[in-house]
């Protein structure tokens, strides 16, 4: 069943217009992460089908009272990844940071994230959002 499923989906990705042609509207609304002026880091870019890319991005602070920034350590990719790999999705633009299944050292924390303190390990799975 599940090698049906990821048969429909892939051939589905197929005939949608995605990468540079998609816009951000097209997908509903964004938040667009302040950057530090000066700070960087690396990060996985996506920059066409089948073509993903380890670049230097602006680090993003906290800016938001429940912001919490991790540094990733260790990451793998899951079904989702693939299917963006090979077809990218609608909206998806070249340069686009990547990844939601990682573990990593909690950096900096907003003033109301009070579950979580600097220097802590945490897992990030797929299926957590905000936590409450």
């Not at 700070?39 to 993003?60: D, F, T």
Request: glycine share 12%.
């Amino acid at each position: 069943m599940t090698g049906r499923l990821v048969e429909g989906v892939d051939a589905l990705m197929n005939k949608m217009n995605v990468g540079s042609e998609g816009t951000r509207a097209e997908c509903g609304p964004t938040v667009a992460a302040k950057t530090h002026p000066e700070a960087k880091m690396h990060a996985v870019s996506w920059m066409g089908k089948k073509n993903m890319q380890v670049k230097e991005v602006p680090r993003p602070m906290v800016t938001d009272p429940a912001d919490v920034l991790l540094r990733v350590t260790n990451t793998a990719i899951c079904g989702s990844d693939l299917h963006l790999y090979l077809h990218g999705m609608p909206g998806l633009r070249s340069g686009d940071v990547l990844g939601h299944e990682f573990m990593g050292v909690v950096e900096e924390v907003g003033e109301s994230a009070t579950k979580l303190k600097r220097g802590e390990r945490v897992l990030v799975a797929f299926d957590i959002a905000c936590g409450q």
